[in-house]
Nanobody, 119 residues
């Protein structure tokens, strides 16, 4: 069955870094766009970054994370990553991994990993 398993969340001080991982199984990983979303308490889930299928040559970033976050994928490990640097308190949220064939499709979701940014 399809599984997306996130890891790498935790507590970090402002200015710190975290690297999230999403291990995929149960589908052909290279066919899918991979995205990272986040949801803070009382807010809607939002797209943070997305990477194209195959070689991952196209990436999208939400404006507020540009220059600080980097999305990547390793097709040999069926894994997507989100490197988060210069973290701010407003980056705190549950981060979800998503896989979809097209941007207008819902796709599959992971269970989420909590990111807390606090001193």
């Amino acid at each position: 069955q399809v599984q997306l398993v996130e890891s790498g969340g935790g507590l970090v001080q402002p200015g710190g870094s975290l690297r999230l991982s999403c291990v995929a199984s149960g589908f052909t990983f290279t066919d899918y766009l991979m995205g990272w979303y986040r949801q803070a308490p009382g807010k809607e889930r939002e797209l943070v970054a997305r990477i194209s299928n195959r070689s991952g040559g196209i990436q999208y970033y939400k404006d507020v994370v540009k220059g600080r976050f980097t999305i990547s994928r390793d097709n040999t490990q069926n894994t997507a990553f989100l490197q988060m640097n210069s973290l701010k308190p407003e980056d705190a949220a549950v981060y979800y991994c998503n896989a979809r064939l097209r941007s207008d499709m819902e796709g599959f979701w992971g269970q989420g990993t909590q990111v807390t940014v606090s001193s």
